[in-house]
């Protein structure tokens, strides 16, 4: 029977699944944006969300609590001056899966996870008008 045993283990022994989790929050974080299957972007949502609270709370220790998980201080700094912010009004549902396809060599279902209130893109400006010389 399979009673208490929540969460799916990814044929990956805990440290594995751990790690996994760890880079898959750390890429979302930096880039606000991944692509990925959806059972793997279903698992990491609660933890994503977890790091986005202790953003907005911004103590000592929620900053600790984060590093111990994420461990790249410049992906938690720019959690707590940055991204956390951004949220500051919003209480939860702070990513947003979207499936895209189906991957190719596995027929695996793949889903992009996002931030829902992304950064904008400064580079995607408008071409200005050149003056006449």
């Given at each position: 029977?399979?009673?208490?045993?929540?969460?799916?283990?990814?044929?990956?022994?805990?440290?594995?699944?751990?790690?996994?989790?760890r880079t898959l929050v750390s890429s979302l974080l930096r880039h606000e944006r991944i692509e990925t299957t959806v059972a793997k972007a279903k698992e990491m949502r609660p933890l994503a969300e977890k790091m986005i609270t202790l953003g907005k709370r911004g103590d000592l220790h929620a900053r600790r609590q984060a590093m111990s998980f994420i461990q790249d201080?410049?992906?938690?700094?720019?959690?707590?001056?940055?991204?956390?912010?951004?949220?500051?009004?919003?209480?939860?549902?702070?990513?947003?899966?979207?499936?895209?396809?189906?991957?190719?060599?596995?027929?695996?279902?793949?889903?992009?996870?996002?931030?829902?209130?992304?950064?904008?893109?400064?580079?995607?400006k408008a071409p200005s008008e050149k003056k006449k010389s």
């Open positions: 029977m399979r009673h208490g045993c929540a969460g799916r283990q990814f044929g990956r022994n805990s440290g594995h699944r751990k790690a996994l989790f201080e410049s992906v938690v700094r720019g959690l707590f001056d940055d991204v956390a912010p951004r949220f500051s009004a919003r209480n939860g549902g702070y990513t947003r899966i979207v499936r895209t396809r189906t991957r190719l060599g596995d027929a695996a279902p793949m889903a992009v996870i996002e931030l829902v209130e992304r950064q904008k893109k400064e580079s995607a």
